[in-house]
């Protein structure tokens, strides 16, 4: 499985970003996908991940802000961000679950900044 992440960027406080993470390779071996982000001197952490029947779950501290979804006839997932805050700066990676192995795509760089 290969993943690709895209639509990183500069944003103010308040604004919003989507994040796509596009699959490739054996993608009828991903069981669940989700979005991790690694903030400088922090460890990476769990955004929000999503399973084949649709069932979502988001860390407490991105719930009402964030949504992820995906689209599944064009093998992408994405992370709509609203309401953005500076503590969400971060390097955010899209992972696919199999049942042999965990999967991770470069990471897209997200600043949040007046």
């Known amino acids: 499985v290969q993943l690709q992440a895209s639509g990183g960027g500069l944003v103010q406080p308040g604004g919003s970003l989507r994040l796509s993470c596009a699959a490739s390779?054996?993608?009828?071996?991903?069981?669940?996908m989700g979005w991790y982000r690694q903030a400088p001197g922090k460890q990476r952490e769990l955004v929000a991940r999503i399973t084949n029947g649709g069932t979502t779950n988001y860390a407490d501290s991105v719930k009402g802000r964030f949504t992820i979804s995906r689209d599944n006839a064009k093998n992408t997932m994405y992370l709509q961000m609203n309401s953005l805050k500076p503590e969400d700066t971060a390097v955010y990676f899209c992972q696919a679950e199999t049942v042999v192995a965990d999967y991770w795509g470069p990471g897209t760089q997200v600043t949040v900044s007046s």
């Open positions: 390779g054996n993608i009828f071996s991903i069981n669940a």
